[in-house]
């Protein structure tokens, strides 16, 4: 598997601080959680297929900010609705469900051209240093 686009500590120390409450019966943690981290990576490159050339060699550190928080909101989806898939007692849906389907609609737009993620050109020189890539069209990515 390539490199997982986002850290443990994304999902510990940023935005889900009490992790360990979603976790019963889980010994190892951080190795839970990097497998979800993992699994969010696969999906999130799932919708991006078409550009896999492009993001071939993005790391936790690499990858655009806002795609790296698509990342920790699924994951953290994953392991929150690990619980509730127990217990289901309410039909209302809980803030990292809405966050998680606001992600997907966006990794939906990007798929289909509808939205951009731009970052920075993969293969850049110094000749083309400042030229940025926009993701998304129905076509090749356009170069600016």
Do not use: C
């Amino acid at each position: 598997m390539a490199d997982a686009w986002a850290t443990v500590g994304d999902i510990k120390d940023d935005q889900l601080p009490n992790a360990a409450d979603f976790l019963g019966g889980i010994t190892d943690h951080d190795a839970y959680l990097t497998q979800k981290i993992e699994e969010a990576t696969d999906e999130a490159k799932s919708y991006l297929m078409r550009f896999h050339h492009f993001f071939a060699s993005w790391t936790a550190t690499t990858v655009p900010r806002k795609l790296r928080a698509a990342i920790v909101t699924i994951a953290i989806h994953y392991v929150t609705s690990r619980v509730t898939k127990v217990a289901l007692t309410t039909q209302e849906k809980t803030t990292w469900e809405r966050n998680y389907d606001r992600v997907i609609s966006w990794l939906k737009d990007l798929q289909k051209g509808a939205a951009d993620l731009d970052v920075e050109w993969p293969m850049a020189s110094d000749d083309t240093s400042g030229h940025r890539m926009v993701v998304g069209g129905p076509s090749a990515p356009v170069v600016r």
